[in-house]
């Protein structure tokens, strides 16, 4: 017996160079996975609400419109498609196609314990304080370690201008963070899964190893590992 596959709401924007062209053909392009659910949280709303905010738009769905920001006079149609999630996961293309070749992959400079370059290099660089810190924080709970990773997650979203993803993310794990510790992991596997500026961010700081993250987001990614 096959399982029953709900659709799942993805919201796209009008991306023509003359989005009021009535001569061209239309092409749209999706919003990013939370933005999209941004939106669609929102939308589910029994509320007077319409006007919901990303962060470089706003978007008004009583007039299904997006406006920017920065120049209120742009602005593009939005639209609301209902798909199989079979095929939403086929949609994250960025996930699988790189414009320029890898530098190096995934497994390059793994050192002893499974961490990374960088987090192992951070250990080794912190010693002393890990070693405080773990003596006086023995008891740290899951959900004191959710707490500093929305914490780093809210730097690096303020950081790349990505304040209103970073506070959905946050938001999420919220929701999780006095639960059992398979409920953390399901929803940080969740979250990971979701094409926004976080997946992004940390892919390119595993491959590259990269040496200026800020510390921030060392300590977020140290204690993630140990919750995961």
């Not at 070693?131 to 929305?150: L, M, P, R």
């Not at 976080?198 to 892919?203: A, D, E, G, I, R």
Request: hydrophobic letters at 30%; aromatic letters at 12%; a positive charge.
């Amino acid at each position: 017996m096959q399982g029953t596959h709900h659709p799942q709401a993805q919201w796209y924007w009008k991306s023509n160079s003359d989005p009021w062209s009535v001569n061209e053909k239309e092409e749209w392009r999706r919003y990013s996975d939370i933005q999209s659910d941004i939106i669609e949280e929102a939308f589910n709303q029994k509320t007077n609400k319409h006007l919901v905010e990303l962060d470089n738009y706003w978007i008004d769905l009583n007039g299904s419109i997006q406006i920017s920001k920065h120049d209120q006079n742009k602005r593009r149609q939005i639209k609301r498609i209902l798909i199989d999630r079979n095929e939403n996961q086929s949609l994250r293309q960025e996930r699988f196609y790189f414009p320029e070749p890898l530098k190096k992959p995934f497994n390059e400079d793994r050192l002893d314990g499974g961490y990374h370059g960088f987090i192992k290099e951070w250990e080794q660089k912190n010693r002393r304080f890990l070693f405080f810190w773990k003596t006086k924080n023995k008891k740290v709970s899951n959900s004191d370690k959710v707490e500093q990773a929305a914490n780093g997650i809210i730097f690096e979203g303020n950081r790349l201008g990505e304040k209103c993803e970073s506070q959905w993310i946050v938001k999420q794990l919220q929701t999780v963070k006095n639960k059992d510790i398979e409920e953390i992991r399901k929803c940080c596997i969740n979250l990971y899964s979701k094409e926004c500026f976080l997946y992004k961010l940390v892919n390119e700081t595993l491959r590259e190893n990269d040496a200026t993250i800020k510390k921030e987001f060392e300590v977020m990614h140290y204690n993630g590992s140990k919750i995961i």
